[in-house]
């Protein structure tokens, strides 16, 4: 009987022992599966980070960028209003009989020219060109005399201004028909 004890306690060892490592096993696997699991939610992690790193440094960029068009649009506006200025400061020189007087208006206006250069603003001088709708607006038409081809613009009625390839004023022109 002692054997077959024997025999029974040594089963039931090897049977422990063999649940023991069928246990440790599944414990392994777990650990290992918990760990493939946290290795991937990190990676997800990491990916998203980088993704909103980006669009956050889109974003600076892009509202960087409009707040530099938005006081460069300020700007011209400033400058565009300036434009009737001039007109007014010719229109005075135009008229003007007195020599010291026009002299005077002369160098305002050559400062005023001056800022406006300053400040990259061209003039729009259409004059015996043809005519080109991105730079200049037809107020009148004048039938063109002998030579003379149609659609050239013969005076400029308002002068017009342009920075860069932006127009700030359009010319206002008369054009031959």
């Known amino acids: 009987m002692e054997q077959e004890e024997l025999k029974t306690n040594a089963e039931q060892e090897t049977a422990q022992n063999t649940e023991e490592k069928t246990a440790k096993k599944k414990s392994g696997k777990k650990w290992q599966e918990e760990l493939d699991k946290a290795v991937q939610d990190a990676e997800e992690s990491k990916r998203k980070w980088y993704a909103v790193t980006a669009e956050y440094e889109n974003y600076r ?14 700007r011209n506006d400033v400058i565009a209003s300036l434009f009737e200025i001039g007109d007014n400061l010719e ?12 002299q005077g208006l002369d160098m305002i206006l050559k ?5 406006l250069e300053s400040e990259g603003v061209e003039e729009i001088n259409p004059i015996g060109q ?4 991105t ?9 063109a005399e002998n030579g003379e081809e149609s ?14 390839e932006k127009v700030l004023r359009y010319a206002q022109v008369i054009v031959t028909q």
Do not use: H, L, W
């Open 91 to 102: 229109r005075a020189m135009g008229s003007c009989a007195d020599e010291q007087t026009k």
């Open 151 to 164: 659609g050239i613009v013969k005076q400029v009625y308002v002068k017009g201004y342009k920075k860069g």
């Open 130 to 133: 043809p005519f080109d709708a």
């Open 61 to 74: 960029r892009r509202t960087q960028n409009q707040a530099a068009q938005r006081y460069q649009d300020g």
């Open 135 to 143: 730079y200049a607006e037809a107020i009148m038409a004048m039938p």
């Open 111 to 115: 400062s005023f020219k001056k800022v």
